[in-house]
C-alpha cells in the first residue's frame, strides 16, 4: 500500500537547478508514523549515499557535507510531498535519486523501510 514516486530528474548543465519531487501514499505516510523522509542517489558503479533528510512534524533537516550550501529539501505535510531543490548542480551530482522513509532520522539506508523507484539527475559539464 506504502509508496513513493520520484519525478523532476533531467538533464541540466553544471551549474544548472532541478527540483525533485517525492509523493508519498499509503497509510504509513498518511498516518506519519513514517517519521522522516530521506534522499538518497546512487552514481554509476558506486553505493548508496545519503543526501539530506527532514521529519514530517517538525521539519528539521540535515544535509550531507557534499551538498550543503547547495542542495534544500522540504515537505509539505497536506500533500504528502518531498521536495529536494538543487542548485548550482555539479557533474559529480549525476546519480539516480531516491526517495526514501523510515522511522528514524539517519544518514543510512537501512533505517529506511520504504523506496521510490528512482529518478534519473545528469549533469553534464
Known amino acids: 500500500q506504502e509508496q513513493l514516486v520520484e519525478s523532476g530528474g533531467g538533464l541540466v548543465q553544471a551549474g544548472g537547478s532541478l527540483r525533485l519531487s517525492c509523493a508519498a501514499s499509503?497509510?504509513?505516510?498518511?498516518?506519519?508514523?513514517?517519521?522522516?523522509m530521506g534522499w538518497f542517489r546512487q552514481a554509476p558503479g558506486k553505493d548508496y549515499e545519503f543526501v539530506a533528510a527532514?521529519?514530517?512534524?517538525?521539519?528539521?533537516?540535515t544535509y550531507a557535507d557534499s551538498v550543503k550550501g547547495r542542495f534544500t529539501i522540504s515537505r509539505d505535510n497536506a500533500r504528502k510531498m518531498v521536495y529536494l531543490q538543487m542548485d548550482s548542480l555539479k557533474p559529480e551530482d549525476t546519480a539516480v535519486y531516491y526517495c526514501?522513509?523510515?522511522?528514524?532520522?539517519?544518514?543510512?539506508?537501512?533505517?529506511?523501510?520504504?523506496w521510490g523507484q528512482g529518478t534519473q539527475v545528469t549533469v553534464s559539464s
Open positions: 526514501a522513509g523510515g522511522p528514524v532520522y539517519s544518514a543510512y539506508v537501512a533505517s529506511y523501510h520504504y
Open positions: 499509503g497509510r504509513a505516510f498518511s498516518a506519519f508514523s513514517t517519521y522522516v
Open positions: 527532514v521529519t514530517w512534524n517538525a521539519g528539521n533537516t
